[in-house]
Structure formats: structure tokens, C-alpha cells
């Protein structure tokens, strides 16, 4: 066969629709079967003047920023140059050969005068949802929750000191009644309140000054609302996390943004809340890792009838000395017994919930064990305990119950493969926005991205299961009939 050499390029008249030039089992295909896109009318109406010249069509500008982030673009610029080539995308959106694809900074305007400060993307996340869970996609029996988290658009060497205050905990209230409970019935005095503050002596006046309890961070120049970021070995950098739960099939339930200085088990709690108006009375577990096994948190999951799994946690012991579990607790007298037989007493609660057991100094001197027990000047062991702690000793518990050994693996398959997908896929990586409110809104709308995009290859994989079933059956009628 003899080799063809194309000299010049002919300008041909392409005389098929666009229906006829997207392939079948295209992506875009898929997303269009999703769910049907005339729901986003309803949730934008308000945000529209009655008179005034015509809009873009909203569901055009959302279906727009859908293609930025489930193909990967993360530059509104770069999505609207390949919406101008590409046939499957005008004709998902609708938008034919002859008519302008929208500029750029069409939906930027838009963003900043009529979606910004609305709800519409909590309730496009919402709805989704919701169709996925009529079409029998979610199983929210057991759920699984992390945090990952989201460069900011902010340089790391660019930062100020800042000073901020010290914030209170959702648990304090609850923490505060529990620890005078204990006080009281081992004959201390209460504690008026876990306060944050801080006295300063005044020479002159000879009285005690009131100071709000501070702490220094480091606060970007670029992007303030962001938080300094560093864990385990990751790059340090400001960043923004994720606070996330899943079903055992991947899809996202809820997502809740925060700075990325906020640890997780603190940013834990609204997320979970959330999770919990939507799904409560349906979840039977949750499954999350080592750095959420904190006595509030398995408290407040144990409170809501839900069964905690979670991982071994490494006691925080030097390597050389008797670990905690090696001290008995006995609870009817309240006392830890160690490994020599000797008893530690009880002597108080302290404001963050610890309640203190020391050992006689006597019998720790001549102890055999003292050099694997405590190096302290007065040779006197200190243990605490949680005044939840019984909410940890449960959570072990379960830890080796045959549901744990068969649900908790499976966390690498479903919240892991999701920030794995998203981070990958679709521009969880880094953030081209500024401020929380605005990443909040991306991170809605790349996991409800991600939720779409598996709901329309489901419906698409179960359409095309149940038209080969019909075929089969018609077929086998017409064979059967002309025999």
C-alpha cells in the first residue's frame, strides 16, 4: 500500500446536528440523564429582576462551572476556550455552532452580584443528593468521615503575626456540668466557669486586671481568612480544610470548610451536625480515624445511639515505660492499682476534664519498677483519666468486634477514593478563590460535581441493563413466533 500525503487543508460543510456528533457513551451524555437541570429555575428566581434586558440562562452558567470542575479545568477562562471547541459541550449546554459560547467573566459577575451571597449551592448540593438517595444510590448505614485539605491561593513566606482569641468549644458547657459533678462528689469545690482569660497583677492598685487568654498565629497577606497549615508531612502552607462524610458507595453526604489551622476534631462537630439533620435517624455507625478519638467526640456519637469505629491509638508513653493499660482501674473505689500492687488515689478534676490519681511517694521510692514508672524530682506517679473516658474504653471495645474488622477497612475505598478522585480529577488540589465563604461554595460545588457525575454513570449503566433485558425478550418473542 502506497503512502498519502494531505497537501492542503479544505474547508468542509459539516451537515450533521449535534446530536449526531456527541458519541453515545460520552460523559456529557450521562450528566444530562443525571437529573433533569429546569430544578435550578426555582432556586435562582429570586435573584433575577422581572424587567431589565434577558440573562444568560442560569442553568447554562451552572452547567458551565459543572464542566470547570468534574473535567478538571479549575480556570473559567480555559473552560470557555474548550466549550468554543469542543461539540460535546456546546451540546450539553445547549449552545449550537452559530451562537457565542459566554464570556469568561460572565459567571464571575453573576457570582458576585446574585449567587455569593445566597444559598443556591447548598441547595444544587442538596438536590442531588436527594435524587441520588430516590434512586437507591446511598446506603447511609455506615459513614465515613475525614478532613483533607485545600491549598489557598496565598504565597507561605508572605504572613503577619496575629494575635486571636482563644475559642470556645461546643462540648464546654456539657464538660463544665460533668466536671462538678465529679468535684461535688468527691467533696471539692466547683468550678464557676472554664474560662479563658487571664489576670494581670497591677502594682499600683494591688488588684488583679482582666486579660482575654491570646494566641499568636501566622495570618497570609494574600488570602487572611486562610490558616497556617502543617501536618505530618505534608508542605506547610495556608490552606483550607475539608470537613467530609461519605456512604459505604462513595457518594458525599456533607461538607463542612474551615481554615486549615482548625484540627479536626474541632471542626468535627458542625459537620457533623449537619450530617444529622439530613441523615440521623438512618445512620447506624461512623467510621473515622485516630485524631477524631477524643472523649467529647466519642460522646457525642455514642449520645446519638451511633457506633463509633475507630483505629488503635499509640499511647503517648515513652517508649520504656509501663503504658497506661498497665494501671487497673478500679472503679468502685475509684482508684488505679500499678504494676507493684500499689494503690493511686484520686485528688482532684481539673478545668479541662482530667481527673489526677498520684501514687504514695513512699511506696515509689523503694519501688523495683520506679525506673519504668516515673522519673519525677518527688519519685510520685501521675495518671489521669477523662472524666468521658468511659466513651474510650468503649470505643476499644468495638474495635475488636467482628463489624468493626469488616466496616472500618473499607474507609480506604470510600472517603479515601473520594479525596483521592477529587484531588485528582476535579481541582481539590488548590484553590484559584480568596476567602472561606468563596471556597466553601467551590468545595460544594466539586463534591456535588463528584456526586453527579457517579449518579449519571449508575442511571446510564442501569438504563442500558434494563433496555438489554427488553431486547433480549423481544428478540426471544420474535424467534419463538416464527418457529
Known sequence: MSMTKRNHYTNRIIFSTLEELVPQGHEVRKLEKAIDWTFIYPLVEKLYSKNGRPSVDPVVLFKMIFINYIFGYNSMRKTCREIEVNVAYRW?????????????????????????????????????????????????????GDSTHTKANANKNKFTKAEVEFTKKWYEEDLLEEINEDRKAHGKKEIDGITRKEYDFNEKTGEAVERI??????????????????????????AYSNQTF??????????????????????FYEAYEKLNESFGDIIKDICLDAGYKTPPILKTITDNNQIPFMPYKRPMTKDGFFRKYEFIYDEKEDQYICPNGKKLKYTTTDRTGYKEYKSNKKNCEGCPFIEKCTHSKNHQKLIV???????????????????WKEKYPKRKQTIERVFADCKENHCLRFTRVKGLKKNSHVALLIFAGHNLQKMGKRKWKRFHKIHGCLTSILNFDRNRSFF
Open 92 to 144: 450539553f449546554l445547549g449552545i449550537s455552532f452559530e451562537e457565542a459560547v459566554p464570556n469568561y467573566s460572565t459567571w464571575s459577575q453573576n457570582y458576585i452580584r446574585r449567587y455569593g451571597e445566597s444559598e443556591v449551592f447548598e441547595k444544587i448540593f442538596s438536590h442531588i443528593l436527594e435524587e441520588a438517595m430516590i434512586c437507591g444510590f446511598i446506603n447511609t448505614e455506615t459513614v465515613y
Open 213 to 238: 487568654k491570646k494566641k499568636e498565629i501566622k495570618q497570609s497577606k494574600t488570602d487572611p481568612e486562610s490558616g497556617d497549615y502543617h501536618k505530618g508531612e505534608h508542605e506547610k502552607c495556608f
Open 246 to 267: 461519605c456512604d459505604e458507595n462513595g457518594f458525599v453526604l456533607t461538607v463542612h470548610t474551615v481554615p486549615g489551622n482548625v484540627h479536626d476534631s474541632v471542626s
Open 385 to 403: 483519666r477523662h472524666v468521658w473516658e468511659e466513651y474510650v474504653e468503649l470505643a476499644e471495645k468495638v474495635r475488636h468486634t467482628d463489624e
